[in-house]
């Protein structure tokens, strides 16, 4: 009898040792999971702070050049007084002010080359606005050709203020989950196709959220992984730059619609991707 329940208790031990070895080791590959997570997710939080950093230099020139814009003009229009005040002054003069008629006629014309060079860096500027504003004016044709068949529900398209910004709303391009969907996949495949043929526009890519989140990092965490799911996805197709791109998420913090009724917050629940003209180009007409 003795000899029987050893030969039955034998095996027993034997299985549950196996099952311990076992154990120890998918709690090992777990914690080494969680490790690469954690790593992970520091690095995507590292790499949104330098996305916003150079999100926000962009703007500081954008606005530095306006401003240069807008003392340009103003110049050209006191320019245009000054000239218009002394060609009055040269007609009154009279026959013995012939001395200060020349002196008149010198600083005239000194004015006048000072006005020409102004109008022609202005003109310069504007033509270049003109071309920017050609090029994505076509970009939206094209949008228009390719993106035939898509609702606005799913995508649509914005051309103002010399940029145009393309939205993909959620459902369309992740469905209930952050993962690409393949109707997603082939629009942002036809969009990278009409982008790369203007290497020069920037890009920025940025994810939104609504105000559904318990809090903000949450919102802001779910909107920058949606914006590097097609940030990424357009650059692993390898037409574009990836100097030309920059990604951002934006939270709840920029929403188009009031968060008030479900069909709100499904608009504000997006990616944009915004194309914009190299405004730092324009700088260069002042430095000459």
């Known amino acids: ?36 997570w954690t790593n992970e997710k520091k690095i ?27 003392e340009l003009l103003n110049d050209k229009l006191e320019l245009e007084k000054e000239v218009s005040l002394l060609k009055d002054r040269i007609t009154s003069l009279s026959s013995e002010s012939k001395s200060l008629e020349a002196v008149l006629n010198e600083e005239l014309e000194r004015k006048n080359e000072n006005l020409k060079l102004k109008e022609a860096k202005l003109n310069q500027m504007i033509n270049w606005l003109l071309q920017q504003e050609a090029k994505l004016n076509q970009i939206s044709a094209s949008l228009g050709e390719a993106m035939n068949g898509y609702s606005q529900e799913e995508i649509e398209w914005l051309f103002e203020n010399n940029r145009l910004d393309i939205i993909l709303y959620q459902t369309f391009m992740f469905g209930t989950s952050n993962t690409l969907t393949a109707k997603g996949t082939a629009a942002l495949e036809k969009l990278s196709s009409i982008i790369s043929e203007n290497p020069s526009l920037e890009i920025f890519v940025e994810g939104h959220t609504d105000n559904s989140y318990s809090d903000a990092t949450q919102a802001l965490n779910s909107s920058t992984d949606k914006a590097v799911a097609v940030g990424s ?56």
């Open 233 to 288: 996805f357009l650059l692993d197709l390898g037409d574009i730059n990836g100097n030309q791109m920059t990604i951002c998420g934006r939270g709840s913090y920029y929403p188009r619609v009031s968060n008030q009724t479900p069909a709100g917050r499904s608009l504000n629940n997006r990616v944009e991707i915004s194309l914009r003209p190299p405004f730092q180009n324009l700088l260069s007409y002042l430095d000459e």
């Open 1 to 36: 009898m003795i000899k029987l329940l050893c030969l039955i208790l034998l095996p027993l031990l034997f299985v549950a040792c196996v099952s311990t070895g076992k154990f120890k080791a998918l709690e090992a590959e777990k914690n080494q999971e969680e490790e690469a």
């Open 44 to 70: 995507l939080v590292d790499e949104k702070e330098k996305i916003l950093d150079r999100n926000e230099k962009v703007s500081d020139q954008l606005t530095q050049q306006n401003l240069l814009l807008s």
